[in-house]
């Protein structure tokens, strides 16, 4: 089914590690964004994507680098991972600037110790 | 500085009932709001939608009224369904820009 695959869907990090959570769609959107759930604090926006080659910051970038060199791929990159970046991340993507908002990846929940 | 606001953390209704989800936000410049339904395990899936030009939007047993000079909208569940149980999450966008502000999300039980 067309959609958007997240990968891993769990993962256990040590403080300082890094890794790179994968987001493909092949819905040929153009918008995609990573954000992050946390109790309490709903979905925040970590960055975003308006199309191949352009990215940009959301509201908790810092931490997280992102890169955007083909229209379906969207990876997340975790360059020195902290306690504080436990959290479950969502991967979404949009057609353009759609009224009707985004297309959800099922999760990665990640753990860093 | 919190955009969407949704100020009930959680919610109980009986089966049958309607469900009543509130949401409050301060840009007025967003041009559309949108409801999302999660599931444990699961990522958001987009429910209902509506126009900052509209004051209501109907589909099915799914009602979201829009009030804009209170910065207030609401989304109507009759009846609530056990299948409902699950947290509902208010977004905003402005058409103009790029990114979709999600309220923390209310957690609805439907108790049969």
């Known amino acids: 089914n067309a959609g958007v695959t997240q990968t891993p869907k769990f993962q256990v990090l040590k403080t300082g590690q890094s890794m790179t959570l994968q987001c493909a769609q092949d819905m040929n959107h153009e918008y995609m964004s990573w954000y992050r759930q946390d109790p309490g604090m709903g979905l925040r926006l970590i960055h975003y994507?308006?199309?191949?080659?352009?990215?940009d910051q959301g509201e908790v970038p810092n931490g997280y680098n992102v890169s955007r060199s083909t229209t379906e791929d969207f990876p997340l990159r975790l360059l020195s991972a902290a306690p504080s970046q436990t959290s479950v991340y969502f991967c979404?993507?949009?057609?353009?600037?759609?009224?009707?908002?985004?297309?959800f990846g099922s999760g990665t929940r990640l753990t860093v110790v | 500085d919190q955009q969407v606001k949704q100020n009930s953390p959680s919610l109980s209704v009986q089966e049958g009932r309607i469900s009543i989800l509130n949401c409050d936000y301060t840009n007025s410049m967003f041009d559309y709001f949108l409801w999302y339904k999660k599931y444990p395990a699961e990522g958001p899936t987009f429910l209902i939608s509506?126009?900052?030009?509209?004051d209501k939007n109907e589909d099915g047993r799914f009602t979201v009224f829009l009030n804009k000079s209170a910065k207030h909208l609401s989304l109507h569940i009759v009846p609530s369904q056990p299948g409902d149980s699950a947290v509902y999450f208010c977004a905003a966008i402005r058409a103009s820009y790029d990114k979709v502000i999600f309220g923390p999300g209310t957690s609805l039980s439907v108790i049969p």
């Open positions: 979404a993507s949009r057609p353009g600037q759609s009224p009707y908002g985004y297309t």
């Open positions: 509506i126009s900052s030009i509209k």
């Open positions: 994507s308006v199309g191949a080659g352009i990215t």
